[in-house]
């Protein structure tokens, strides 16, 4: 089924391809969140075992790790 909107000067829309163009953007994004999720899952793991694991003086120079994640 193929819906086909007829928009002033003379442009078509075709919504079923638009929506199927979305619907695979949409799960490229899960796929990035979920990504990001098992990284930010990874360093805040990591922390916890340098914290209980006695991972160097606390506020040591090195021991600062910024994380920049963007979307």
Do not use: W, Y
Not at 19 to 26: G, V
Not at 30 to 37: H, P
């Amino acid at each position: 089924m193929t819906i086909v909107f007829h928009l002033p000067g003379n442009c078509e829309f075709n919504a079923m391809s638009e929506l199927r163009n979305l619907k695979s953007r949409i799960e490229e994004l899960e796929s990035e969140l979920r990504e990001r999720d098992e990284e930010v899952r990874a360093i805040k793991q990591q922390q916890q075992q340098q914290a209980e694991g006695g991972g160097g003086v606390h506020g040591a120079a090195g021991d600062d790790k910024a994380v920049a994640v963007s979307i």
